[in-house]
């Protein structure tokens, strides 16, 4: 199985592709061009035909909501014009999920001038909230590049793409047919 993974939830790029269940391709690109042009011309230029691919999946966010919006819209395209199955995955959760931090633990990513920031406690998953400054139990994990000064681990880089492409596979291999791709839209993060 040969999955194409995407992430515009930034301003960067973050492409990956997973066969059978190992990473092949890890690609980063932080550019001023708008991911509308940028993303045809990066699968020509790495070589990469969506006709060859078994699935599609796209980070739903958080993020800007633009850029999440081209890159929802180009998978959803891919996958809707050569009829494969396409899954969302939630970059907050993600960073939950794949950092080797023991419970409780929270994950924050800065959008703008706000905070979103998810909690797991090991079997549960808080939703998704703006932080106002309440206090957290256990360790926070951030990027670096995101100024989350309080983080107790700061993570220099986070592949959103290819952690998206693992989950993905797993949920394949659980079964599951994918997301309906009329109804995939990117995570609405309104700060109230």
């Known amino acids: 199985m040969k999955i ?4 515009t939830s930034f301003s960067f790029l973050n492409l990956s592709v997973l066969e059978d269940g190992k990473l092949t391709l890890i690609y980063y690109e932080d550019s001023n061009k708008k991911s509308l042009e940028l993303l045809p011309a990066v699968l020509r230029k790495l070589g990469l035909e969506p006709k060859d691919f078994d699935a599609f999946c796209v980070s739903i966010g958080v993020g800007y909501l633009t850029s999440l919006r081209v890159g929802i819209t180009f998978i959803k395209t891919l996958a809707y014009i050569n009829q494969k199955p396409i899954y969302a995955y939630e970059n907050l959760d993600l960073m939950l999920r794949y ?7 929270a994950a924050f990513l800065k959008v703008s001038r706000n ?4 909690v797991s406690n090991g079997s549960s998953l808080s939703p998704v909230k703006v932080w106002k400054g309440e206090p957290l139990e256990g360790s926070i994990v951030a990027l670096k590049s995101h100024s989350v ?17 693992l989950t993905a596979y797993e949920r394949f291999l659980s079964g599951d047919g994918g997301d309906d791709v009329f109804k995939l839209e990117p995570y609405y993060n309104n700060p109230l």
């Open 99 to 105: 950092t080797s931090i023991p419970p409780p633990k």
């Open 115 to 118: 905070l979103f920031y998810r």
């Open 4 to 7: 194409l993974s995407l992430d």
């Open 149 to 165: 000064d309080f983080a107790n681990y700061q993570l220099d880089f986070f592949s959103f793409s290819a952690y998206g492409a």
